[in-house]
């Protein structure tokens, strides 16, 4: 497995090379002079999973375009860190769309082109071509809930203009996918589609399953306020099918020191631009959670886990205390500390889906009067066990008491006088609004560090109530307010402009980061 990480890029380019010099060579055969010589002819069975392999890891969002599609934007909104580098205005809701460009283009030039081919050149029927929708719907659902409208029926076509497609289209169509993946999976279950090329479960049909029901079971409740009736019918679906159950069933995505496909997290861990947020500060320290020293190290200048809070102006990031030796770096899965350096530890394994996210939904579900196979407070708190459980903490007095703590979070005794985040405790509550904060809370916990995950569900259900930021340098975003998308891309505005104004329509607002994307209904 490991020599396949590290060489596999280069198969593909030489595969690819191989295949267009021999479509391009000269002949006099009218037939293929009349051929679209820009265009791969036949793939062979042996070279697929070199594709889907290439597929998965574009949707991932390796090293530098972690920083710059994730990390400055969807982590900062998220709450789990805040910038240390005065020069990173996104953390104060400035929109770098030169940056976001690189949120857009892996899809759209890296995934989708693999993924149309894999779905056309595999029969339907194939476990090959379950998986390659699966990823189709991973990928998308990611994009989507960005920026809401885009182009997604007619993607990767080779047009001038390539039209945008509503969100709630491209919902129902990503529910159908998933859906008939299941169903051929399970009457594959036999097969290891694509083996070892497969970067997240090694071919595993019965692991794919779960994951796929799983994302459909998070795909439900993220419509459950819009359209209620079809979120409950997909996530009692996805649940009777299935869903992850343990920490055995996580999804991670292998990564590579070659070629640049690091694990983004880790490869941007030592640049000393970001830190522990005081929104985490606040609610690990307050419920004196066993996960902070996993999540994060101490700072090496203190000794102690201090973070910062979102939107601090340069002015602020220079005063004392507010520095990097100060505040608390991510952990030692993803950086070390040698006594003079952050080393990134690059080939960690990056985190995708794991099973303490489906307890959390069902617990959510249960709240919501659907048949989730169980009660709501078992699932919150198997949430909780199966979150400490996939990150190494296996005391079982230790995770019970945690459980049932009476603990609040505290105030992170900043510079400026912070008031603790929120006021719930860990042990289950009396009332349903109660229990529906503690469920958010501990989801956002427990999806660490997965920014992207955890901002689309802050804006659906607008927990934990996380800190407003103290500056804000966007007009449209005053103080107090929150980001709820990203605006349509200059890129596309400039590239795709007849498109772009037509998608405005389908926004349903106007095109700023204050409209609600079709499932905000907050």
């Not at 998070?218 to 819009?226: E, F, N, P, T």
């Not at 941007?268 to 005081?278: D, H, K, P, V």
């Not at 916990?445 to 804000?472: C, Q």
């Amino acid at each position: 497995m490991n020599t396949f990480i590290k060489n596999y890029r280069v198969a593909v380019l030489c595969m690819l090379t191989a295949i267009v010099v021999s479509v391009s060579s000269c002949t006099q055969d009218f037939e293929e002079l009349n051929t679209d010589k820009t265009k791969l002819t036949v793939l062979t069975s042996t070279e697929l999973p070199y594709l889907f392999s290439k597929a998965q890891s574009a949707s991932s969002y390796a090293f530098w375009r972690y920083q710059v599609a994730q990390n400055l934007f969807a982590d900062l909104y998220s709450q789990y860190f805040a910038t240390t580098a005065t020069y990173f205005p996104s953390d104060r809701y400035t929109i770098r769309f030169d940056w976001l460009q690189w949120h857009w283009i892996p899809i759209y030039t890296e995934a989708v082109p693999q993924l149309k081919t894999l779905l056309k050149e595999t029969d339907a029927n194939s476990a090959e071509n379950a998986l390659a929708k699966i990823m189709w719907v991973f990928a998308f659902h990611r994009l989507t809930d960005y920026y809401g409208p885009v182009p997604y029926f007619k993607a990767g076509e080779p047009a001038r203009s390539v039209a945008y497609d509503g969100q709630k289209e491209i919902y129902y169509d990503m529910f159908t996918k998933l859906d008939e993946s299941v169903k051929v999976l399970n009457a594959n279950k036999g097969k290891t589609p694509y083996g070892s090329f497969d970067l997240m479960y090694n071919g595993d049909v019965s692991k794919w399953i779960k994951f796929a029901n799983t994302l459909r079971l998070r795909l439900a409740l993220r419509i459950s306020k819009v359209e209620p009736v079809k979120a409950k019918t997909e996530a009692e679906l996805a649940v009777s099918s299935g869903v992850m159950l343990t920490t055995a069933d996580d999804a991670y995505m292998l990564k590579s020191e070659n070629g640049g496909d690091y694990n983004g997290l880790a490869g941007i861990s030592g640049w000393n631009e970001f830190r522990m947020s005081a929104s985490m500060e606040s609610v690990l320290k307050g419920y004196e959670d066993p996960r902070l020293s996993v999540y994060f190290q101490p700072a090496v200048g203190t000794g102690k886990y201090d973070g910062l809070r979102n939107g601090l102006s340069p002015s602020q990031l220079n005063i004392s205390g507010n520095g990097n030796d100060d505040n608390a770096n991510v952990g030692t899965r993803w950086t070390k500390w040698s006594g003079s350096s952050w080393g990134g530890q690059n080939t960690t394994p990056q985190n995708i889906m794991h099973a303490a996210e489906a307890f959390f939904l069902r617990a959510e579900g249960a709240l919501n009067g659907w048949n989730m196979q169980g009660a709501a407070q078992d699932l919150y708190e198997k949430g909780i066990e199966t979150s400490m459980r996939q990150w190494g903490i296996n005391d079982d007095a230790a995770i019970a008491a945690y459980q049932k703590s009476a603990a609040t979070p505290i105030p992170p005794m900043d510079g400026i006088n912070s008031p603790a985040m929120a006021s719930i405790s860990v042990k289950w509550g009396e009332s349903v609004a109660v229990q529906r904060e503690q469920i958010g809370t501990q989801k956002w916990l427990a999806l660490y560090p997965d920014g992207i995950e955890a901002w689309a569900e802050f804006r659906r259900t607008r927990y934990p109530k996380l800190y407003p930021v103290v500056n804000s340098d966007n007009s449209d975003l005053p103080s107090g307010t929150f980001i709820r998308r990203i605006p349509f891309l200059v890129l596309e505005k400039n590239t795709n402009a007849a498109a772009v104004k037509a998608a405005e329509t389908l926004l349903g607002g106007p095109d700023k980061p204050t409209t609600p994307l079709w499932w905000d209904k907050n």
